[in-house]
């Protein structure tokens, strides 16, 4: 038998609570992977692909437990198979390269023990002297320089894309047959991703090892997979050769989600003839931060923006490059170190409080999370109407018409007033955020990753919604992402940080068809999903 | 390497400054309880001289003059409160009025049986409150579980004078184990030391049940199974480690409770400690040795704390008492 994974008819369901049923969340999948090979399983929050993943290991978690079907590894049943039997596979049959670098190493213990773990599961073949050697080899063979220097740091002094590697380090320590990789690099940044999903291709490749994928991005998996495997409420809706399930998708759903990924149809905002008067402008801004032990850290560096109004400004940049810093000057939080902030020709660089308060009617924020920026014992009416109490406009009655013609606006049911945010998905929570910031008729919305939390269709909901309230209140947009491809539809102009510099401004078709700088362009090559690899004679 | 060096004058100054603070703590303990003991809410003086024996009414005023000035307090508040003050900084801890004898001397006679105890009783909370809650995480079997998962909330709950007669009830005049008073030998240290540790332990070990719980259930431990390693490995080398770290705070309250909780043991089972001479010196109103015994207290407290605080990054590489440039 050529397969290394074989998933028979799997069902797997949670029960919460004893006295209700069990709720399933992987329905009659059936799924091979043979020797060598890459298959993605793609599929949205909720569609059980996590689940599938944790079954295959025979690691479910509390309430999880498998109610039909069979799972076999390497020709050794996985279901029913006992705690010693799931044991001896993990690590050295199959291995696992988790979701979140952040999370999924143990922060006080060392690097290196913890790669070692996975080298001393090949014990006696690898003798007990040379564990050590062989920790080094599997970090140097990962991508991580100075390998020596990493195995005696501890996890927090990594960054994310360094963790990353360690943790495939680990996962390939073991010298597995089969990798699972679930959304590996969902939590990176798009040029490390690119990288580390490169360096994983590569590594896989060479030793022959087969590769499940769990992923929420066609892109990735269009990129990676010889076979791809679509889910949806635990249930497998198409599956097939990534060319054909990609190039021509049979199922409503897989058209739906190749129409919502970015990175497949790229559609750039044209900026019209004219750039309007600008709403909100920085001039030359500058701020330092102090470090410990002298010396400054420049977040930003002399930094020119302006959001044209009823226009957008897309600004794009990578974890550090200083766009959060940009934006939180612009709404005051931070006091630059040198430069103007003008909004709507009026400098307030220099405004207190007090002052900037009656002006902050005129721009609201959105925030990234939208699971942390709503107090989950305001009712969606207390949240949206909060800044109405706040600065005392209306009664109770004009606010209570105001919340519903808001909740119209951002495209929820009226009866959504009463509900709290635990009642409510991911993107109809940052419809009623959006509704929040809406509610004093704000000339300028600044919008901080508004959707990079959400999955993809709902991602697209989300961005189409803030291009019809654009066009009908006349809205400007400041709009902070780290991918370009999410910001091109929505943006007229777009700006490129890098290191709290200015690496590239224009209209964002030009910095798409031309874009100037080395950074830009490598930006634009890590959107996954445009650089499709070749599926030279695959079969399912 | 100038970054070391850097580390290392920060890491002075950070402790020059937690001493500091230590230093003032102890400060105003000892101005807080000058201040209740000295002039809330009768008279020092008949106070005092209650203790010792002799009504006011009974004395003439140029007696009663006399006694202020043997008790220095014919002298102005402020002058008392910095004498006093001065004394304690030079290690006089004045005298006793109900026995008559140098307060130094009586907590050096009475401390070594105290930190015995205390010893004995913080090991065994140690041994048991960890073992219950490391069991408690460990167990599979959903009826035990929850059985180790109860206990320490009865720990709790018990008072310990009542668990202090009962032991000496049962062990003491039933079996005949253990002596039910004094300080003969290191038997007589055992029902006291329970005594002690039993509400300490059920603390510890609901508080680290709780955290080892909560951190068998993060990424990381999942992440480390999928390695190979086995359950009892997975909590023993990862999970204990992350759990200890809110214990720690907590065992740093507890140890600094002690001296409290010696009050209870040492009355119950008659040990002449400081406990003990605590519960005494507040009957006979003897403010001297009230005040040197709870400025001792807040001072075991502060140095505990200090000491738990000085720690904490061996078990928490991501705290650092000195800034760090990333």
């Known amino acids: 038998m050529s397969a290394i994974l074989e998933i028979q008819g799997l069902s797997v369901a949670y029960r919460p609570h004893r006295h209700r049923p069990p709720v399933p969340a992987v329905r009659d999948i059936s799924l091979s992977i043979g020797r060598g090979e890459t298959v993605a399983v793609v599929g949205e929050s909720g569609s059980g692909k996590s689940t599938l993943a944790a079954a295959v290991l025979g690691l479910l978690p509390g309430t999880g437990a498998v109610t039909g079907g069979s799972i076999t590894v390497a020709g050794k049943p996985v279901t029913g198979a006992s705690e010693r039997a799931l044991r001896d596979l993990r690590g050295r049959v199959v291995a696992l390269i988790p979701q979140d670098p952040t999370v999924t190493l143990n922060p006080t213990r060392r690097i290196g023990p913890q790669v070692a773990e996975s080298v001393r599961r090949r014990q006696p073949e690898v003798p007990k002297r040379s564990v050590d050697a062989e920790v080094l080899a599997a970090l140097s063979a990962a991508g991580l320089e100075n390998p020596e220097l990493r195995a005696r740091q501890y996890p927090h002094e990594l960054s994310g894309g360094l963790r990353q590697r360690v943790l495939i380090a680990a996962g390939l320590a073991g010298e597995p047959e089969l990798l699972i990789a679930d959304e590996p690099t969902s939590a990176l940044d798009v040029t490390v991703q690119k990288r580390i999903l490169d360096h994983l291709d590569r590594l896989v490749a060479g030793r022959g090892i087969a590769l499940l994928l769990i992923t929420h991005d066609l892109g990735v998996a269009a990129d990676r997979a010889d076979r791809v495997v679509v889910m949806r409420s635990g249930e497998v809706v198409e599956s097939g050769p990534a060319a054909t399930v990609l190039g021509s998708p049979q199922h409503e759903y897989t058209k739906e989600l190749l129409r919502a990924a970015p990175g497949f149809s790229v559609t750039v905002r044209e900026a019209g003839e004219r750039t309007p008067e600008p709403i909100l402008q920085l001039e030359r801004l500058t701020k330092d931060y102090a470090l410990p032990g002298g010396g400054n850290f420049r977040a930003l560096d002399e930094v020119t923006l302006q959001v044209p109004k009823g226009q957008t400004l897309g600004l794009v940049g990578e974890s550090g490059s200083g766009k959060t810093t940009a934006l939180r000057s612009a709404l005051g939080l931070i006091t630059p170190t040198a430069g103007r902030i003008r909004f709507d020709g009026q400098d307030i660089t220099d405004l207190g409080w007090r002052q900037l308060r009656p002006l902050r009617r005129r721009f609201q924020l959105v925030h990234q999370n939208p699971f942390a920026a709503l107090d989950p014992r305001f009712s969606v009416e207390q949240t949206i109407g909060e800044p109405l109490v706040s600065f005392r406009v209306g009664d109770r009655t004009t606010r209570r018409r105001r919340v519903h013609e808001l909740l119209d606006a951002v495209g929820l049911p009226r009866d959504f007033a009463g509900r709290r945010p635990a009642e409510l998905s991911g993107g109809q929570r940052q419809r009623v955020a959006i509704a929040r910031a809406l509610s004093l008729e704000p000339d300028l919305l600044l919008l901080d990753e508004p959707v990079s939390a959400l999955d993809v269709r709902v991602q697209e909901q989300i961005l189409n919604l803030l291009t019809t309230l654009q066009n009908d209140l006349g809205l400007s947009y400041l709009f902070v992402s780290h991918d370009l491809a999410v910001v091109a539809g929505l943006a007229h102009r777009v700006a490129v940080l890098r290191g709290g510099r200015l690496v590239e401004e224009g209209p964002t078709a030009e910095v798409f068809s031309n874009p100037q700088s080395e950074y830009t362009q490598e930006l634009l090559s890590a959107i996954a999903g445009r650089s499709p690899r070749e599926h030279a004679g695959t079969t399912s | ?326």
Do not use: C
Request: cysteine-free.
């Open chain 2, 1 to 326: 390497m100038t970054s070391v060096k850097w580390l290392t004058s920060s890491t002075a100054r950070y402790l020059a400054g937690r001493v500091l603070q230590a230093v003032i703590v102890l400060w105003a303990v000892y101005t807080v309880t000058f201040g209740i003991l000295y002039l809330l809410p009768s008279d020092p003086v008949e106070l005092q001289l209650a203790a010792a024996n002799v009504q006011v009414d009974e004395l003439s005023p140029a007696e009663l003059a006399a006694a202020k000035q043997q008790y220095g307090l014919d002298q102005p508040l402020a002058t008392q409160y910095f004498d006093q003050l001065g004394g304690l900084l030079r290690g006089d801890f004045g005298q006793s009025i109900s026995l008559h004898r140098p307060v130094g001397e009586l907590l050096a006679e009475r401390l070594p049986s105290t930190l015995a105890l205390g010893a004995t009783a913080i090991g065994l909370a140690l041994v048991l409150g960890g073992t219950l809650a490391y069991l408690a995480a460990y167990v599979r079997v959903a009826w035990l579980k929850t059985v180790l998962n109860r206990l320490p909330a009865v720990g709790v709950s018990l008072p310990p004078f009542f668990v202090g007669l009962l032991l000496i009830q049962v062990f003491a005049f039933e079996l005949g184990w253990f002596p039910a008073t004094g300080t003969q030998g290191a038997s007589s240290l055992v029902l006291p030391a329970i005594t002690m540790a039993v509400p300490t332990a059920a603390m510890l070990a609901q508080v680290l049940t709780r955290s080892l719980d909560d951190q068998l259930a993060e990424p990381y431990v999942a992440t480390a199974a999928a390695r190979g390693l086995s359950r009892q490995y997975v909590q023993a080398r990862h999970a204990l480690r992350n759990a200890l770290l809110p214990t720690l705070t907590l065992l740093g309250l507890l140890l600094g409770a002690t001296v409290t909780e010696a009050v209870v043991a040492e009355t119950v089972f008659s040990r002449p400690g400081v406990g003990q001479m605590a519960q005494q010196a507040v009957l006979a109103q003897d403010v001297p040795l009230v005040q040197a015994i709870v400025v001792l207290a807040a001072a075991v407290f502060v140095v505990i704390n200090l000491l738990i605080d000085l720690v904490y990054p061996l078990f928490d590489p991501r705290i650092t008492h000195t800034p760090r440039v990333s």
